[in-house]
């Protein structure tokens, strides 16, 4: 079955980096775009950035110039390397696929920016 599975997070400092890991598994990954998303407390979940199959990148403009969304094609995992963090970069991010008219999720992995 489709699996996406992420980690990387954590609490740390403004104007730090974390690099996050999506690990998936259950389809061709190759094959398909992903993405990462994330909700903050009472807010709704958003695009963070998205790569599809041909490499190409998307970001929300909030975080265009410091995250970088990349894959690694024999590893069926996508990262998210964040940096330059800024407290309303806290949130839990998900990992996100959509397979044959499904979305799938991961559990989330928390990201706290704070001093």
């Known amino acids: 079955q489709v699996q996406v599975v992420e980690s990387g997070g954590g609490l740390v400092q403004p104007g730090g980096s974390l690099n996050l890991s999506c690990a998936a598994s259950?389809?061709?990954?190759?094959?398909?775009?992903m993405g990462w998303y994330r909700q903050a407390p009472g807010k709704e979940r958003e695009l963070v950035a998205r790569?599809?199959?041909?490499?190409?990148?998307t970001y929300a403009d909030s975080v265009k110039g410091r995250f970088t969304i990349s894959r690694h094609k024999t590893k069926n995992t996508v990262y998210l390397q964040m940096n330059s963090l800024k407290p309303e970069d806290t949130a839990v991010y998900f990992c996100?696929?959509?397979?044959?008219?499904?979305?799938?999720w991961g559990q989330g992995t928390q990201v706290t920016v704070s001093s």
């Open positions: 996100h696929v959509h397979v044959l008219q499904r979305d799938y």
């Open positions: 259950g389809f061709t990954f190759s094959s398909y775009a």
């Open positions: 790569i599809i199959t041909n490499g190409m990148t």
